[in-house]
């Protein structure tokens, strides 16, 4: 008993030693996403359908650093168990007008939106939403550096070592032109030990682009228009002289009027992911319509309510490969309170603890 007692208050104590601010956050997340991919070689016809339930609480000392914790539990429509997958979320954040910085295990929501879907598919965002590891952000709206690593399989004797590691930046010269680049490393090891004689496998990929972004207050909220260079290495191990870099080009051009818009890519070059017939998408994570030589996608959306708190969008995107059109209906919202007080900064960034690193553009041109 007199254990239990001392335990409670070494628990308890430290937060009556210095002056700290308790923080929480609860935030939900549904997605509907319906792929018609029947007659596709390349994608995987299906439903994707659930709902995520975050909460979080943490404590803010020395004005700008945080400890967080929580638990992220997400339910597969008509599933039959109760919770299909639920995670701790245990971290450290230092965050201030310019840098944030998360180590442990965080949510990953918004962290790499700068990221495509060439990168990570949808069913990334929708089913694997935690990080662990480290993720590091320098700078603004105008410009800003990202570092990532994720550690996405421990290795034992049944799974493989796998891992992430990521950098980004941006910039923007004068009020209308951009540059900006992402990457990753996926490194795909071996379990250990390893009887079957499994080998490493790396997969590298990124893309530079540059090109025009434009706002104004009459409803335009974005035009953009951009054209880069998308290219990858691309090898396993057992045999270290046969690796592909594929490489092509990409072109995007993306509208937004009053919540209304469209966004469109292209990828025209050569086909990726070379090694997808032995490591499907244990070693690939991007869209596997990138398989072609060539891919365009279309979406049409409406973001039916956009707020501090409630984001709803309505969605059809179509997919243009091999010659035919395979269509998609998606319907997303999120919704989440907390007690962060925002408070805007020098850069004219509203700075908020939780939910994300989504900066608050204040970009209008006229």
């Given at each position: 008993m007199k254990f239990h007692k001392l335990l409670l208050i070494g628990l308890i104590s430290p937060l009556f030693l210095f002056s700290q601010e308790l923080k929480w956050n609860t935030e939900l997340n549904f997605f509907f996403d319906n792929n018609e991919f029947a007659k596709s070689p390349l994608a995987i016809d299906q439903t994707m359908a659930g709902v995520t339930l975050t909460q979080e609480i943490g404590w803010k000392f020395d004005d700008k650093h945080y400890i967080v914790g929580g638990v992220d539990a997400m339910r597969s429509l008509g599933a039959d168990k109760l919770v299909n997958d639920i995670h701790l979320l245990a971290y450290y954040q230092l965050k201030d007008e310019n840098t944030l910085l998360k180590v442990g295990s965080f949510h990953r929501h918004d962290l790499l939106d700068d990221y495509s879907d060439f990168f990570f598919q949808d069913s990334i965002k929708y089913y694997r939403h935690t990080m662990e590891g480290m993720y590091f952000r320098k700078g603004n709206e105008n410009q800003f550096v990202k570092l990532w690593l994720d550690w996405t399989g421990l290795q034992s004797a049944t799974e493989r070592e796998t891992f992430f590691i990521g950098a980004s930046g941006y910039k923007k010269f004068g009020k209308l032109f951009f540059a900006d680049f992402q990457s990753y490393m996926f490194h795909y090891s071996i379990t250990r030990p390893n009887p079957r004689g499994i080998t490493v496998?790396?997969?590298?990929?990124?893309?530079?682009?540059?090109?025009?972004?434009?706002?104004?207050?009459?409803?335009?909220?974005?035009?953009?228009v951009s054209v880069g260079l998308l290219s990858g290495f691309e090898r396993d191990r057992v045999d270290?002289?046969?690796?592909?870099?594929?490489?092509?080009?990409?072109?995007?051009?993306?509208?937004?009027?009053?919540?209304?818009?469209?966004?469109?890519?292209?990828?025209?070059?050569?086909?990726?992911m070379v090694l997808y017939y032995r490591h499907a998408n244990n070693l690939y994570w991007g869209d596997p319509f990138l398989r072609a030589e060539s891919y365009m996608q279309n979406k049409v959306y409406w973001n039916f309510i956009n707020n501090d708190h409630i984001k709803g969008q309505l969605a059809a995107r179509a997919?243009?490969?091999?010659?035919?059109?395979?269509?998609?209906?998606?319907?997303?919202?999120?919704?989440?309170?907390?007690?962060?007080?925002?408070k805007k900064t020098k850069n004219n960034i509203w700075e908020r603890v939780f939910p994300s690193d989504r900066f608050r553009f204040n970009n209008i041109n006229n």
């Amino acid at each position: 008993m007199k254990f239990h007692k001392l335990l409670l208050i070494g628990l308890i104590s430290p937060l009556f030693l210095f002056s700290q601010e308790l923080k929480w956050n609860t935030e939900l997340n549904f997605f509907f996403d319906n792929n018609e991919f029947a007659k596709s070689p390349l994608a995987i016809d299906q439903t994707m359908a659930g709902v995520t339930l975050t909460q979080e609480i943490g404590w803010k000392f020395d004005d700008k650093h945080y400890i967080v914790g929580g638990v992220d539990a997400m339910r597969s429509l008509g599933a039959d168990k109760l919770v299909n997958d639920i995670h701790l979320l245990a971290y450290y954040q230092l965050k201030d007008e310019n840098t944030l910085l998360k180590v442990g295990s965080f949510h990953r929501h918004d962290l790499l939106d700068d990221y495509s879907d060439f990168f990570f598919q949808d069913s990334i965002k929708y089913y694997r939403h935690t990080m662990e590891g480290m993720y590091f952000r320098k700078g603004n709206e105008n410009q800003f550096v990202k570092l990532w690593l994720d550690w996405t399989g421990l290795q034992s004797a049944t799974e493989r070592e796998t891992f992430f590691i990521g950098a980004s930046g941006y910039k923007k010269f004068g009020k209308l032109f951009f540059a900006d680049f992402q990457s990753y490393m996926f490194h795909y090891s071996i379990t250990r030990p390893n009887p079957r004689g499994i080998t490493v496998s790396d997969y590298l990929l990124g893309q530079l682009s540059g090109g025009v972004n434009y706002s104004n207050r009459s409803g335009i909220n974005k035009l953009l228009v951009s054209v880069g260079l998308l290219s990858g290495f691309e090898r396993d191990r057992v045999d270290m002289n046969n690796y592909g870099t594929p490489t092509g080009g990409v072109a995007r051009v993306e509208f937004d009027y009053r919540g209304f818009g469209t966004e469109n890519t292209l990828y025209y070059g050569q086909p990726r992911m070379v090694l997808y017939y032995r490591h499907a998408n244990n070693l690939y994570w991007g869209d596997p319509f990138l398989r072609a030589e060539s891919y365009m996608q279309n979406k049409v959306y409406w973001n039916f309510i956009n707020n501090d708190h409630i984001k709803g969008q309505l969605a059809a995107r179509a997919h243009f490969s091999d010659g035919k059109v395979y269509f998609e209906q998606m319907f997303t919202l999120s919704a989440h309170i907390n007690n962060d007080k925002p408070k805007k900064t020098k850069n004219n960034i509203w700075e908020r603890v939780f939910p994300s690193d989504r900066f608050r553009f204040n970009n209008i041109n006229n």
